[in-house]
């Protein structure tokens, strides 16, 4: 009779526990809907028992309302501050770190939800050139970055991940323009341009391409005499992947 209970309390819980894994199975490949804005709904990003979204696996088609911390939030910050001097692993400026994901959050005073209450958002809005981030002589953030990060908080700081590439179809309106202006900017354009080289209108990114074995060279991680750009470290494999093909197209307009 003992032996009888104990293997039925197995058999129900074999049964509960094909449940669950079938219930989750089912759910596994929808990105749930985009998380809300309102500091109710907001997750601690960290503890991933309670976030509906699995943030780690790949294979994840990319919700277009939703900000990929990975694909869209990283490679600015890569570009624009965590570099050798300024906020890279090494310098630490004031004690900020923006090379990952864990350290942005560790560091970077980001709170979920709360625009004016990050230190992240105040010093890349900030009017005042003497605090504004990144300092002059660098150009600051676009409007659009801006934006982005701005969402990117609103959304509740996540990291999610997405794994869609499209690479087909490419114009420089549509697709390269952006990566150049998001990854390049900073540092090529303008006055101030690096190395005199300006990365953002059509002509100038296909004047650059004239010698694509530099610029495709850095863009893949360079090598001795060309060192990688940006300089903060590679850009997501989607954005190389993106300008080659567009390149190899003959870079329609
Ligand atoms: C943080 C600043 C910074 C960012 C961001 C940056 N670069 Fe650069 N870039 C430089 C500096 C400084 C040099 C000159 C030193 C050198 O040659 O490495 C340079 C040089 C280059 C050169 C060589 C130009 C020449 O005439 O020798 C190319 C090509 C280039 N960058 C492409 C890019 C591309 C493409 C991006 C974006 C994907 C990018 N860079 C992002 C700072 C940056």
């Given amino acids: 009779m003992k032996f009888k209970i104990v293997k039925s309390i197995k058999t129900l819980l074999f049964f509960i526990a094909l449940g669950v894994m079938a219930y989750s199975c089912e759910n596994e490949p929808f990105p749930a809907a985009p998380v809300g804005a309102g500091n109710d709904t907001i997750k601690d990003p960290n503890d991933t028992t309670q ?44 004690g ?20 004016s209450g990050s230190d992240l958002y105040e010093v890349i809005t900030d009017n005042d ?14 409007p659009s970055q801006i934006t982005l990060i701005a969402k990117w908080i609103n959304q509740g700081a996540l990291n999610l991940k997405c794994d869609d590439c499209e690479t087909t179809n490419l114009t420089y309106a549509n697709g390269i323009k ?11 354009k303008g006055a101030f341009a690096s190395a ?19 610029l495709i060279l850095r863009i893949n991680g360079g090598d001795n005499s060309n060192p990688t750009m940006p ?3 590679k850009m997501p494999q989607c954005n190389i ?8 197209n003959g870079m329609p307009q």
């Fill in 51 to 94: 976030n509906p979204i699995d943030t780690t696996k790949p294979g994840k088609p990319c919700h277009p309302d939703t900000v990929y911390y990975e694909r869209d939030i990283q490679p600015i910050l890569t570009a624009s501050c965590a570099f050798s001097g300024c906020h890279d692993a090494v310098t630490r400026e004031d």
């Fill in 96 to 115: 900020v770190q923006l090379t990952d994901y864990n350290s942005v959050m560790n560091t970077a005073d980001v709170r979920p939800g709360n625009l």
């Fill in 129 to 142: 050139p003497d605090d504004r981030m990144p300092p002059p002589p660098r150009n600051a953030l676009s």
């Fill in 178 to 188: 952006a990566i150049f202006d998001n990854n390049c900017a900073t540092c090529h």
């Fill in 196 to 214: 005199g080289l300006s990365l953002t209108t059509y002509q100038e990114v296909k004047d650059a391409l004239v010698n694509p074995i530099d």
């Fill in 231 to 233: 300089q903060g470290g």
């Fill in 241 to 248: 992947d993106k300008i080659e093909a567009w390149y190899n």
